[in-house]
């Protein structure tokens, strides 16, 4: 048996070798438990004497069988230190680094104006109903102001939301004036059915700003506006209120920022006139009011739709909105963190 175990033992080549032989020799139906099971049936003076031979046999296969484990691990360690080997001295390859895009940038700078002046963040649903997008914006179907905002329809009752206007009906219709005035903006995506040229686009964006509370008047959205203006573009920048018409304000109101010092940053995108549009405003209807259970008669709102995409523009004098879509990292990477 000696022999034969020192044969089987040198031709050992996994651990798979090392557990069959264990088995075989050193399990209960091995040879030497079964020698050492026999030791009780031999007469009395051989006992100790084969006993002790069997025992020491088992040990020495034991000990031997534990050798061969350890070289087989560490010759595995070996190998596999040899796969995973990291040469430190490479030069290493440069890492692409993102950056958010400069029109989150911009969005988030106005969001935290909006936020310091108390301000809520609200979001709504880009995929909107009819009813919220346009019937509680108090353009019931077939109204003719329909047309001002043309859209892309998923079925008769839902639609790409063409502004972020119903978050207004959305937020109006959830809020408790017991907890104090309502004010909130909303960003987001809006999709409009218009033919894309430097100043619109298909898909842009727009933050909605609503107050609601007693004795809200004109002159309080105008003193927002203008603040507004002046820290995002500086101390110098004016803004100016034009008469217009949104079926969900009256009186409506468009408003245009001037393009400071011409032939500077923006003026491209001012046409020559000093002056270019960023958002559409006006005092709540009373209908989206009464609409959302609010009593027109005790409290009054105003409402704004800006669009961030002519602010980044205006801001950074890029002079075709397109180049926000088009995904160009020479354009993009012009954009640092802060601007
Ligand atoms: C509206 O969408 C109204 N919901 C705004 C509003 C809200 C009025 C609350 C009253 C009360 P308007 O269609 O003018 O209005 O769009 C608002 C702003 O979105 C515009 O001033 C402009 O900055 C931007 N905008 C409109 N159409 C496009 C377009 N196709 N591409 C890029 N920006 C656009």
Redesign the pocket.
Known sequence: IKAQIDQEIASINDLEDVKKIRVSYLGKKGPITEALREVKNLPVEDRPKVGAYANKMKAALADQLTVKEEELAAAAMQAQLAVEAIDVTLPAEEIQLGRPHVLNQVMEDIEDLFIAMGYEVVEGPEIESDYYNFERMNLPKDHPARD??DTFYINPDVLLR????PV?ARTMDQHDFSSGPLKMISPGK?Y?R?DDDA????Q?H?I?GLVVDKDIKLSDLKGTLELFAKQMFGEDREIRLRPSY?P??EP?V?IDISCFKCGGQGCNICKGTGWI??????MVHPNVLEMSGIDSQVYSGF?????P??VAMLKYGIDD?RHFYQNDLRFLEQFTEKG
């Open positions: 001002m905002q063409t502004h972020t206007s207004q809006v409009r218009d100043t619109h686009s298909h842009f727009q909605e949104f969900f304000t409506s468009e549009e960023i958002l559409g405003g006006g409402a704004f739709g800006l669009g995409d002519r909105i």
